[in-house]
């Protein structure tokens, strides 16, 4: 496909925020993109060149775009800046100050090439290089891509969907409507690459798809928990179950492969030195792979390959926490929560070591096992788990009545635990899904509101009085809505953070602020924040209960009374609770058990 005719499309997506229109009209672009390049084409259309746990970043600031600008059109850095501060955008500032000649119709996958050569230079003098080969870009690319191109390299390539839309759309370019998503969606949370199901889908249909398996460096969505209010109903659901701590730390996904990496992967397994080494890779919740932070983790990883011979390969899913050796006690999430750093990562580990505690299994040896009942998966876990120094086997013990469970919940505060994630003893590992295979049963539960609300912030409000120095006097939080594709608002917080946490929330929204409301947001205008935030921070918020709102959008109108800031969670945005859970929780809250 020609870069005019893929620009095009952009135009098309840029100028709509309906939902279906976006959905046909990245069906009709896959549909005419042929299958060399049509993982290309998917990862271009939300501004990437690769899924992001493969690591590759541009690490282009605005104002290298600017000068990289202001080289291609042989302009003073000053004039450049003036159109930038005109025009507030990068895209529209590259296009006044091409003028009008019209450029070379490239080939997507020629720009894609360009591209991944821009954001691949590495080492000294890597940032003049990528400097100029932009520039290059800059001057011969056909003028309709120009935009596009400015906005790429600085994360701002944003046309209101992600790679949930593409799978509806893979499925529309096939049947016209939305029915084979559900399918392409599982393939999806088994290996989280949309280029790689894009192009399965495109050659091999939907037998492919679902042959699709697990492979080590590529992550699996996680599984995750839902949220009942007692002991008795959790018996009531599950039956006789595993009961496990729940620490309250942070998920890894634990890659192990004797084999060395394969070329693509190396980039961002920089600690594993030579490529003739192992695989090991750590990829967090939010799928980013965090390998480079937890040297200690990747040196157990190493040691499971070396005690044990029979161990070929796996994928480990567990929560990492922090301990104090001395006492052998955890460290609280505040403490542990500091190893997730790009700096200062020698001294920090030694300031915070981490266990792992593995609680299950998904690939070994070559086998996928998501589909294995959860005791086979364990028996096959406690297998691999030879002593380690630092992967633990999570504890677990077999429960038949909510007075038993009752009493691990004890034990489990006892010990400085959030409380249990309780297992159905049969289940399946359902990558990507929240259900009833988990169930969590947490401290929080006896109060009112049932459990903590995982908030995207959607933007803030300039602070008055006393916080004005902060420049924030409050900020508005959202939930998800799946089916819309939408944060719809559900708070907004004006206290009880601290100054420090103020002085965060202020910078981290800074750092993601953008001059529109984001197309997904639905925003009563008197709501409106005085700055908008695009979907990316995600905080826990903790609340007196839910109740009925005139003015906010979440589930037809619910809202958080007395919302205060429990802490800043690492997840990503359509991670937060959504609508569904939030309508859940107002059941609990008011008859006392779901409808
Ligand atoms: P939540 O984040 O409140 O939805 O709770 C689920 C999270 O608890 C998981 O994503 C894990 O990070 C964490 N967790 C801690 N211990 C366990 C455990 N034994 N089994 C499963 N998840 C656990």
Redesign the pocket.
């Known amino acids: 496909m020609k870069i005019t005719k893929f620009s095009h499309y952009l135009d098309k997506l840029e100028k709509t925020t309906l939902r279906n229109e976006i959905t046909a009209i990245l069906a009709d672009l896959l549909k005419k993109s042929s299958p060399e390049e049509i993982d290309k084409i998917c990862y271009l259309v939300l501004g990437e060149l690769a899924p992001s746990f493969r690591g590759i970043e541009f690490n282009l600031e605005e104002k290298m775009v600017l000068r990289s600008l202001s080289l291609a059109f042989n302009l003073p850095p000053e004039k450049v800046t003036e159109k930038f501060k005109e025009t507030g955008d990068l895209g529209e500032t590259a296009l006044a100050l091409r003028g009008k000649t019209k450029g070379k119709d490239f080939s997507v996958q020629e720009i894609y090439h360009h591209l991944l050569e821009i954001a691949l230079e590495e080492g000294e003098g890597s940032q003049e290089r990528k400097l100029r080969k932009l520039a290059f870009l800059f001057k011969e690319v056909d003028k309709s891509f120009l935009k596009y191109l400015a906005r790429i390299p600085v994360g701002k390539l944003r046309l209101g969907f992600s790679e949930i839309t593409i799978l509806d759309a893979l499925s529309w370019m096939k049947t016209q409507d939305k029915s084979l998503r559900p399918k392409i969606e599982r393939a999806f949370n088994i290996a989280a690459d949309i280029g790689l199901i894009a192009k399965v889908f495109k050659t091999k249909g939907l037998r492919g798809i679902e042959k699709i398996q697990a492979k080590p460096g590529t992550p699996i969505l996680?599984a995750?928990?839902e949220?009942l209010p007692t002991a008795e109903k959790i018996m009531e659901k599950l039956g006789t179950c595993f009961a496990?701590?729940?620490?309250?730390?942070?998920?890894v996904q634990i890659h192990i492969d004797r084999r060395p990496p394969e070329k693509t992967f190396q980039k961002q397994t920089t600690l594993l030195g030579s490529s003739s080494e192992p695989l090991v890779a750590i990829f967090s919740?939010n799928l980013e792979n965090i390998t480079d932070m937890f040297p200690d983790v990747v040196k157990g990883a190493r040691a499971l390959l070396q005690k044990n011979s029979s161990l070929q390969s796996a994928i480990l899913d567990g929560?990492a926490i922090g301990y104090n050796p001395k006492t052998k006690k955890f460290l609280p999430f505040q403490k542990t929560v500091q190893r997730k750093r790009k700096y200062d990562i020698g001294r920090v580990s030694k300031e915070v070591p981490l266990l792992v505690?593995v609680?299950?299994i998904l690939f070994h040896n070559g086998k996928t096992l998501l589909k294995e009942p959860f005791s086979k998966r364990r028996k096959i876990l406690e297998k691999v788990l030879v002593a380690n120094p630092v992967l633990k086997l999570?504890p677990q013990k077999k429960v038949s009545s909510a007075q038993e469970l009752k009493k691990e919940f004890q034990k489990a505060i006892k010990q400085g635990l959030?409380g249990l994630?309780c297992?159905k003893i049969n289940a399946v590992y359902q990558a990507g899904a929240?259900n009833f295979n988990?169930v969590?049963y947490?401290k929080s539960m006896e109060s009112k509101l049932v459990?903590?609300i995982?908030c995207v912030v959607m933007g803030y409000y300039r602070g008055r009085g006393k916080r004005a120095g902060f420049g924030i006097g409050a900020f508005l939080v959202g939930i998800y809505n799946p089916q819309k594709e939408t944060f719809d608002t559900i708070a907004k917080i004006g206290t009880g953070l601290s100054d420090k946490q103020w002085q965060q929330m202020r910078k981290k929204c800074d750092q993601v602020k953008v001059s529109e409301k984001p197309k997904s947001y639905r925003v009563n205008k008197n709501l409106a924040p005085d700055v908008w935030c695009r979907p990316q921070i995600v905080v826990e918020i903790q609340a007196d209960e839910i109740t009925k709102s005139p003015i906010h959008t979440a589930a037809g109108g619910l809202a958080l009374r007395f919302p205060r800031l429990k802490r800043f969670r690492d997840k990503l945005p359509e991670d937060a609770t959504t609508t569904k859970e939030v309508l859940e929780m107002y059941q609990i809250q008011t008859n006392g058990s779901r409808s």
Request: without cysteine; aromatic residues 18%.
């Open positions: 996680a995750r928990a949220r496990e701590p729940k620490f309250d730390g942070f998920r919740r929560e505690f609680f299950d999570t959030e994630v297992k929240r988990w969590k947490k459990d903590t995982d």
